[in-house]
């Protein structure tokens, strides 16, 4: 069975930073390309960032430069080092896996609050 854990929300001031984690379990992690979303209250779900399987990353440009997207295969994980904060970065942050399509059931995502 498929499992993906968000944590590593909160409140943050504007400027700040965060660092999202997802633990994940159930597939064979190092395989798969692994991807962020975010969906923010009344918005559709939105894909953040992604990197592949071999190592590369694609950047939202609404979070390029300030969003960094890493992985440990080790320990079946995928990051989200989120730095600069803005108020519209507010959102419940998911993670999935796959390149282009969500490939499993989503998690409970974790909530980031960014305030002034």
């Known amino acids: 069975q498929v499992q993906l854990v968000e944590s590593g929300g909160g409140l943050v001031q504007a400027g700040g930073s965060l660092r999202l984690s997802c633990a994940t379990s159930?597939?064979?992690?190092?395989?798969?390309?692994l991807a962020w979303y975010r969906q923010a209250p009344g918005k559709q779900r939105d894909l953040v960032a992604r990197?592949?399987?071999?190592?590369?990353?694609n950047i939202a440009d609404s979070v390029k430069g300030r969003f960094t997207i890493s992985r440990d295969n080790a320990k079946s994980s995928v990051y989200l080092q989120m730095n600069s904060l803005q108020l519209n970065d507010t959102a419940v942050y998911y993670c999935?896996?796959?390149?282009?399509?969500?490939?499993?059931?989503w998690g409970l995502g974790t909530q980031v609050t960014v305030s002034s």
């Open positions: 990197i592949s399987s071999t190592g590369g990353r």
């Open positions: 159930g597939f064979h992690f190092a395989a798969n390309d």
């Open positions: 999935n896996a796959g390149w282009a399509i969500p490939q499993y059931a």
